[in-house]
């Protein structure tokens, strides 16, 4: 049975999305994106080139977007006049390309999403016709009205962006899936395969994550760590787990059919 994410009315096998910063190389990128399998891969325009630099390698010789759907974000940007823009010129770049991802930040320190900047960036791009994956804290309320907005996807961090700290509010995380009409996946704050995995039990309909991979010691392996746990994450939560009870002990076997102490079969 297919189980496909669908963002902005078109399906995509993988539900991890990577990041392509802080590699070595863009051979590595390369090499850790198709280990991991995904098929969105993020593109911070202001640190990476894929054509506004003409003599430079572009990203896009190693991901060409024939393969790959090319996600340019606005990392780096503190204002919504400076993501706005950073978006126009990635339009221009891929060829009129609309699937963005946003993100304004509230300080260097953090990297803690700045909201009103971001509520006022969306709809000015969501006006424009871009379809905005957003990048927000884990308020119910702003996501919502990032939705309401119309944003394609919201993007609440675990924790901080390159923490690794993974999900430290589970609650605030269901609050979201529970209200939500578009597709929430979780951005930020992922360190290893197993918060990936429970960001999908959790019932997220995916996850993307950059330093975990990029910044693990085997990259390569740790990308294919990541396709398994996002895969796996979500089979649990289409399963649904046993209920969960203290005291209440249950055999796994059966208890049909047994002797007793006397002899009898019970």
Same mark, same amino acid.
């Given at each position: 049975?297919?189980?496909?994410?669908?963002?902005?009315?078109?399906?995509?096998?993988?539900?991890?999305?990577?990041?392509?910063?802080?590699?070595?190389?863009?051979?590595?990128?390369?090499?850790?994106?198709?280990?991991?399998?995904?098929?969105?891969?993020?593109?911070?325009?202001?640190?990476?080139?894929?054509?506004?630099?003409?003599?430079?390698?572009?990203? %896009?010789?190693?991901?060409?977007?024939?393969?790959?759907?090319?996600?340019?974000?606005? /990392? @780096?940007?503190? *204002? +919504?006049? !400076? #993501?706005?823009?950073?978006?126009?010129?990635?339009?221009?770049?891929?060829?009129?390309?609309?699937?963005?991802?946003?993100?304004?930040?509230?300080?260097?320190?953090?990297?803690?999403?700045?909201?009103?900047?971001?509520?006022?960036?969306?709809?000015?791009?969501?006006?424009?016709?871009?379809?905005?994956?957003?990048?927000?804290?884990?308020?119910?309320?702003?996501?919502?009205?990032?939705?309401?907005?119309?944003?394609?996807?919201?993007?609440?961090?675990?924790?901080?962006?390159?923490?690794?700290?993974?999900?430290?509010?589970?609650?605030? %995380?269901?609050?979201?899936l529970d209200r939500a009409k578009v597709?929430?996946?979780?951005? /930020? @704050?992922?360190? *290893? +395969?197993? !918060? #990936?995995?429970?960001?999908?039990?959790?019932?997220?309909?995916?996850?993307?994550?950059?330093?975990?991979?990029?910044?693990?010691?085997?990259?390569?392996?740790?990308?294919?760590?990541?396709?398994?746990?996002?895969?796996?994450?979500?089979?649990?939560?289409?399963?649904?787990?046993?209920?969960?009870?203290?005291?209440?002990?249950?055999?796994?076997?059966?208890?049909?059919?047994?002797?007793?102490?006397?002899?009898?079969?019970?």
């Amino acid at each position: 049975m297919e189980d496909k994410l669908v963002i902005a009315g078109k399906a995509y096998g993988s539900r991890l999305i990577v990041g392509t910063g802080k590699y070595k190389d863009f051979d590595e990128t390369r090499r850790a994106v198709e280990a991991s399998g995904a098929e969105i891969v993020t593109v911070a325009i202001r640190r990476v080139n894929i054509g506004q630099n003409a003599n430079e390698p572009s990203l %896009l010789e190693s991901l060409p977007p024939s393969r790959f759907t090319i996600l340019p974000n606005t /990392a @780096g940007c503190y *204002t +919504a006049e !400076d #993501a706005v823009r950073t978006l126009r010129l990635a339009r221009e770049l891929l060829d009129g390309h609309a699937l963005v991802k946003l993100e304004v930040l509230g300080d260097q320190e953090t990297l803690f999403p700045n909201m009103p900047e971001t509520l006022a960036a969306a709809k000015t791009l969501v006006a424009e016709g871009f379809q905005v994956m957003v990048y927000c804290s884990d308020d119910p309320i702003v996501a919502k009205q990032l939705e309401e907005i119309g944003c394609v996807a919201v993007m609440p961090l675990a924790s901080l962006i390159g923490s690794g700290m993974g999900i430290l509010n589970p609650w605030n %995380l269901q609050i979201i899936l529970d209200r939500a009409k578009v597709p929430v996946l979780v951005d /930020a @704050g992922i360190g *290893t +395969a197993s !918060d #990936a995995a429970i960001a999908m039990e959790l019932g997220c309909d995916g996850v993307l994550m950059n330093t975990a991979i990029a910044k693990a010691r085997d990259p390569i392996r740790m990308a294919r760590a990541m396709k398994l746990a996002v895969a796996c994450g979500r089979e649990a939560w289409l399963a649904g787990r046993m209920d969960k009870k203290i005291y209440k002990a249950s055999a796994s076997s059966p208890t049909e059919g047994l002797i007793t102490p006397k002899g009898k079969v019970a």
